[in-house]
């Protein structure tokens, strides 16, 4: 999915969803939610909002943090509905069981777009086998790990120093010395994306 300019699309969203807005010029820059609130304003954009406009808005910040096309998205949207269990529970699900998302989850790379160029260019493989599909649903148990011809390519550069710093999220173990990973359980919401409102991007699509 090609996203386009980063930092225009997080102001209009007014949420920090890149890493290159994850910084202290986007936030004094007042076009982060967060920090209008934490200054006791509001834009007024934001003011007369109605909740039509503030479901699309959570769908399109979920769209461009996770790096899924309209098409896909409907269909993550289509399997968390038909799903035993919380729809908006089995969406995040869906979206963090990526395998370019657990590439990221693991701190192999620093974002998710490296991580689905990583998986693309076949410098991952799940249990000992290279899979190029960013997409594909990585399951409990399943091994990821950087292709052995791959570990020197520079998108993994210095990757023992930066692994001893990083905490992965606790549905993934890492070896901090390999980068090598396994999948142990089902993602947590409470634990990764607070700022997307599930409840209401299902709400979005049952009205459109």
């Known amino acids: 999915m090609r996203i386009g300019p980063k930092y225009k699309i997080a102001r209009r969203l007014g949420e920090r969803i890149f890493p290159k807005t994850q910084t202290t010029k986007f936030v004094v820059s ?28 959570e769908k399109q910040k979920a769209k461009y943090t996770y790096g899924v096309s309209e098409r896909q998205f409907v269909g993550y949207v289509a399997k968390a509905r038909g799903a035993s269990g919380k729809a908006a529970e089995k969406l995040f699900q869906l979206l963090e069981s990526r395998l370019d998302n657990a590439v990221f989850r693991m701190g192999l790379v ?22 190029t599909i960013p997409s594909y649903q990585v399951k409990i148990g399943d091994q990821i790990a950087i292709r052995p011809g791959s570990r020197d390519n520079g998108i993994f550069r210095d990757l023992p120093e930066k692994m001893k710093e990083y905490a992965a999220p606790a549905w993934i173990v890492v070896d901090p010395a390999t980068g090598d990973g396994q999948i142990k359980g ?18 979005f699509y049952s009205r459109v």
Do not use: C, W, Y
């Open 110 to 131: 620093r974002s998710r777009a490296f991580a689905r160029q990583a998986v693309a260019h076949g410098h991952i493989t799940v249990n000992g086998r290279k899979l």
């Open 186 to 203: 089902e993602p947590l919401v409470k634990e990764n994306e607070p700022i997307l409102q599930f409840s209401s991007i299902l709400e």
């Open 30 to 57: 007042g076009m982060d939610a967060r920090s209008r609130s934490n200054q006791g304003g509001k834009s007024k954009r934001r003011k007369t909002m109605s909740d039509f406009g503030r479901q699309l808005l």
